[in-house]
């Protein structure tokens, strides 16, 4: 079985205003898409074939194999980025909240200090909430690197900051995309369910 392409976990317009419809043609549509054809082009006839896109990735990084890294990396970042989206955002609870409020003293510092990490990373990449050890940490990864190959990390919860994923819609205010992520459109359900 190939690299799946997954649809988006909810309508192409079920963002708006927050997103457009537009935008997810374009990011869902055509850089996502393009990505799982590239890996799974990659992988054909290998052993790799067929395997968990979690494997992929964690064996290109392995390998050094830094073109299939960077398009089954970016597969598995997007799956992972269309779930962390919702139309329909709530703040965490339960173990969650005491997670976010231990680490980081409240959602509201939790969103100053992940609003900084996102704009402030120079460049194409990801800014991601990850569950490290007994604690939450906020990191940020380049291109295509994802919180999935970093040793010791659970990611829960990540934003895309390359351009395409924001530019239809927010031209070059990076800064606005992600406080619209964490005022109406992060998902905070689905980070709690990647919870150790």
């Given amino acids: 079985m190939a ?17 457009s419809a537009r935008t ?9 898409k393009a990505y799982v054809d590239k890996a799974n082009a990659a992988i054909a006839g290998t052993p790799l074939d067929g395997k968990p896109v979690e494997e ?20 598995w970042n997007h799956t992972f ?18 997670l976010v409020d231990s680490a980081f003293g409240g959602l509201s510092k939790f969103n100053d200090v992940f609003k900084a990490e996102a704009t402030g ?6 800014a991601w909430l990850c569950q490290d050890g ?34 239809l819609d927010f031209q070059n205010a990076r800064p606005d995309f992600v406080d619209v992520f964490l005022t109406n459109t992060i998902n905070w359900s689905f980070a709690a369910t990647n919870l150790r």
Avoid at 3 to 19: G, N, Q, V
């Fill in 121 to 126: 990373h120079f460049g194409s990449g990801w």
């Fill in 3 to 19: 690299i799946e392409f997954p649809p988006l976990p909810f309508a192409r317009d079920a963002l708006e205003p927050h997103m």
């Fill in 24 to 32: 997810l043609d374009f990011h869902h549509g055509k850089h996502h």
């Fill in 81 to 98: 980025f269309w779930n962390s989206l919702s139309p329909k955002p709530a703040g965490p609870e339960g173990k969650l909240k005491d």
């Fill in 134 to 167: 007994d604690g939450l940490r906020i990191i940020s990864t380049h291109d295509a690197d994802s919180a999935l190959v970093h040793d010791g990390l659970n990611p829960l919860i990540t934003l895309d900051v390359w351009e395409h994923a924001y530019y």
């Fill in 56 to 75: 992929i990735v964690r064996a290109a990084k392995a390998k050094g194999d830094q073109s299939l890294f960077n398009n089954a990396a970016q597969a």
